[in-house]
């Protein structure tokens, strides 16, 4: 299986607008990858996105991806569905208004995401609804485990009621990929699906130290019941057994640079921090 990390940042983008800290002042002069966009994900081969933030577009053209035949979605938080009108982009004519029919994008998704999804709306409707209409998009909905193509996808749900997010485990040829990019906690430690992946692309957590303006997570923090700490999420990695460990969604106010993930890199073994464009193959 072969990826590319699209966009490595979080919530917000590096550099962010009106900021001019140390992090974003570095990401506007040396640009990528000290810059950092919103995050997906692409599966080479399968043609298969994953999460449309509001960038997607630069994105896909940037890395010149050439095709999406498949879209699925982590969660309907924004930076992970703003971009969802990236389907139009790609399969409407704008001289007709029809859709380009080879173009279509299936998206995959589970059954309550599907449910979720149509709460995305435009000032005509939600999107979805529209997006069937006019063609550029088909659904493939499932309870927790597909196919598509030769992968075998199983969707893990993060459960907090109205917040849950979704763990994909994507597995081909022997090999397997867990994807956790946003709000992880509480993982599913109990599922034997995220043990032993040759690769977890996953959310590095909270750091709690060297923040902007000396600022400190109080014991109540509400980002303490999505995320765990760094070193939380290191224990993590250690306990399902993550044969390489690539951090994503890396937050802007984490205040801290390519450089400085680079010297963590140096610390840890058998981890990485993704950049834009960044590509793996298992």
């Not at 050439?66 to 930076?79: E, G, I, R, S």
């Not at 939380?232 to 993550?242: D, F, P």
């Amino acid at each position: 299986m072969k990826l590319t990390v699209l966009g490595s940042g979080g919530c917000a983008v590096i550099p962010k607008p009106c900021c001019f800290c140390r992090v974003c002042q570095q990401a506007r002069e040396k640009g990528i990858p000290y810059a950092r966009s919103g995050p997906a994900l692409f599966f080479h081969g399968i043609n298969l996105l994953v999460d449309t933030p509001a960038e997607i577009v630069q994105q896909l053209n940037r890395c010149a991806v050439d095709a999406v035949d498949y879209l699925m979605f982590t969660h309907t938080d924004p930076d992970h569905v703003e971009g969802f009108r990236v389907v139009e982009q790609i399969a409407l004519d704008f001289r007709t208004w029809k859709n380009y029919g080879e173009k279509q994008v299936t998206l995959v998704l589970p059954q309550y995401l599907h449910e979720r999804i149509q709460r995305v709306c435009s000032a005509y409707g939600p999107l979805l609804s529209f997006y069937l209409q006019q063609g550029y998009v088909c659904t493939s909905v499932f309870q927790e485990t597909t196919a598509i193509g030769a992968v075998h996808v199983t969707a893990l749900p993060v459960d907090r009621g109205e917040q849950t997010v979704y763990i994909y485990v994507f597995e081909a040829s022997g090999k397997k990929i867990v994807y956790a990019p946003c709000d992880i906690r509480p993982f599913p430690e109990n599922r034997p699906e995220v043990y032993g992946a040759d690769l977890l692309l996953i959310q590095p957590g909270i750091f709690e130290e060297g923040l902007k303006h000396g600022f400190v997570y109080p014991s109540d923090h509400v980002s303490r019941t999505t995320l765990y700490t760094f070193h939380q999420t290191l224990a993590l990695v250690r306990r399902i057994s993550a044969r390489e460990t690539v951090f994503v969604h890396m937050e802007e106010y984490w205040n801290r640079s390519h450089d400085d993930y680079l010297e963590l890199e140096r610390v840890h073994s058998n981890i990485r921090f993704a950049y834009d464009g960044m590509e793996l193959t298992i």
